[in-house]
């Protein structure tokens, strides 16, 4: 069981929208610029993106200054020289910069954008793979905690309450406390020892370091992990970085209403067409925040008598009123104290970077699809958005017990109920020509055949009764299919072995019932398989398709 894939439609909580963009796109290309694995998306958006003015040489120079201070390879410098060239573009991915790297996935899209990127450079689009930090969220207690595994596979949660300088400030200003290094001992604890645990803790030592800002140890663990294929690491709560973004707030707050309603249009549609809203579009919402006294608040256009007063007022983190003019002062005298919503930061990314392709999650993919409609009043196309690579990985010892009772990822995915039956029909197999869940299913078709015939003589008498069988027929077959669950409980209650290797399997492939690639950070899986494990996913990566993969290492 090297490696399997599994179908998103087999895949808990995969929402309609992400199931159609994989294997339905025609249903909706219209909320996006371009199918993922065609490569004539890309060779017609690079057409376009060759006339849109971008600061390369100001970019470029921020750039290197801050994967310097990241402590980069030169692999990372000369990309970042390349992206100075006009005929180079940009494979972007980003995340929050959760604790200790936050959970797995944010692994996978680094990996997936390496390999788009270097398939679009081997078909002629030469492209750098980017990653966006993002340490401009205010939402700290999203990002200050992750889990790790125990040896009997329970959660362990970390966490690192920080030092913020106001409540809700941009978590890019927060300081990791004195508690991270306990932290990481906590994980050296859990790992076995060797040269993958001595590796990975050497980095994280290196990394997170009391005093340092989440982005600064966020920043400073990627590099270490991702220099190698020249990853560029792009940190937006730099005041170089607004500057080259301003005039795209003011654009924003200069077109709130327009933007708003075509937003609300959008939002609409999808919800019309049987999709799903991410993002909430509220009636006086801008897409932009500002800060006051450290803090990370809305800013609001609430409803006006008056057309031109309107577009004229705005409200400060919902209180305080200040005027178009005013903001628009602000911005010029200090960019750094805006920054965007979900819905706008894309669209900062992508006028400061030459973005070809964007390599997004599920609900990245679900509120770009409302952002498509508002790209074109910032002069730009939205890039062709490839789902990032999805993973559940399985240990030597997983992989056994699920050969031992022959089981694949979607019976823990099932649930509880159906793993457990499952293993206890390999656990308990009966006589040796038919096991007793045999046994079951063979009194199950017993009764369906019995009455099937007695339907028959039904219709004859009083063909009205009908209904009445069935009914009946459905309460029989869940009575019995509920008393086969039991017996499987009670098969399982007899042995404390089996009832142990169920639990086990559900905690790693399906902890908290969710994807393992959202509860369990990657550092586990590093710290058990060595830096090799990257190597392995990228060479995992599908180019035709995004199939969640079961991989073994």
Known sequence: MDSSCIPLTRVPKSSALLTDYLYHYDRIATFYNGSPFDLSSYKALAAGLRNLGHNRRELTEILRRQNEAFGCGEQTFANIRRLNEPETFAVVTGQQVGLLSGPAFTLYKALTAVRISQWLSEQGLTTVPVFWLATEDHDLEEVAATAVLDEEHNLVTLSDS????SP??????????????????????????????DRLLEDLRTSYVPGATWGQAFGRFMARLFSRWGVVLL?????AIHGLSARIY????????????LLTERSQVLVRAKYHAQVHVADDSTMVFGTREGDRVAISQPAAQADARRTNEF?????????LGDLRAWIKKRPLDFTPNALLRPIVQDS?????????????????????????KFGRSMP??????????LDRRVERLMGKYTLSLDDAWQGEDHLGRKIAVAGFPGSETESWTDRFDRCQQEVARLLDGLRRDIERLDPTLVDSLGRAQEKMMYQLDRLKGKASRAALDRSELLTRHEQLLLRYLFPRKSLQEREVSGVYYLGRAGYELLDLLLSKIQLRCADHQAVTF
Not at 250 to 261: D, F, G, N, P, S
Not at 352 to 376: D, K, N, R
Not at 384 to 393: D, I, K, N, S, W
Request: glycine share 8%; net charge negative.
């Open 235 to 239: 940190d937006p709560l730099d005041e």
């Open 384 to 393: 062709v958005v490839f789902p990032r690579a999805g993973f559940t990985l």
């Open 250 to 261: 003011e654009r924003a707050l200069v077109q709130a209403e327009e933007l708003r309603r």
């Open 162 to 165: 920080g030092e913020r300088p």
């Open 352 to 376: 400061l970077l030459p973005t070809l392709a964007y390599v997004a999650g599920p609900s990245e993919l679900a509120y770009l699809a409302q952002a498509q409609a508002v790209y074109p």
């Open 168 to 197: 809700r400030c941009s978590v890019g200003y927060v300081k990791l406390s004195a508690g991270i290094s306990e932290v990481i001992e906590r994980v050296k604890a859990l790992l076995p020892a060797g040269e993958p645990s």
């Open 315 to 323: 409200v400060l983190d919902g209180t305080n009123k200040i005027t």
